[in-house]
């Protein structure tokens, strides 16, 4: 009888251990960090239809703002104009790849017709290889990514105001 009353507790403790392993394991899993997401090194020819630039140029030194665009979408007009108004502000590089069809040229020409600043690092994706690359199927896209290459937060469409300046932050 005496071992009895020894092994009711001995249970009940055993219980609760097992109890609270599965939960630790069953909530690990469930709130497990994710991994973090790196951005895909892309080179674009810029407005000078010469001159290479990467976005791995960036590394280590500032965070990017990388904008997808196509010179035929509303939004991507507002996005753009809305990124060269803010960007300035902060120590981030701005990327705008343009997906559009036609000449480098024709491009610009649009863009300006628009009101869309074309940025030192404006590149063109005449072949669609960097869209391909980020499987970009319509634009505006706008990842802002940190100076060691790590994708801090992703836009489709409009970004307000708050929420750009808020990842500008992040990624300077």
């Known amino acids: 009888m005496k071992n009895a009353k020894f092994a009711r507790p001995a249970l009940i403790v055993a219980a ?6 599965l939960a630790y394991l069953i909530l690990s ?3 497990k ?4 997401q790196y951005a895909i090194d892309i080179t674009g020819v810029t407005a000078d239809g010469k001159t290479l630039y990467s976005l791995s140029d960036n590394y280590g030194e500032q965070g990017t703002v990388l904008v997808f665009f196509n010179h035929n979408t509303g939004k991507a007009i507002e996005v753009l104009q809305q990124i060269s108004k803010i960007a300035p502000e902060y120590d981030a590089d701005v990327i705008a790849v343009a997906t559009g069809e036609g000449t480098i040229s024709e491009q610009i020409a649009i863009m300006e017709e628009n009101d869309i600043t074309v940025f030192p690092h404006t590149l063109f994706d005449l072949e669609g290889e960097m869209a391909d690359a980020y499987n ?3 634009t505006p896209i706008t ?3 940190d100076k060691n290459g790590r994708i801090i937060d992703a836009y489709v469409a409009s970004i307000s105001e708050k929420s750009m300046r808020k990842t ?5």
């Open 29 to 31: 899993a469930v709130w």
């Open 143 to 145: 990842y802002f990514i």
């Open 168 to 172: 500008l932050e992040a990624i300077g």
């Open 136 to 138: 970009i199927s319509g």
């Open 33 to 36: 960090e994710e991994e973090p």
């Open 16 to 21: 609760v251990a097992v109890v609270f392993i």
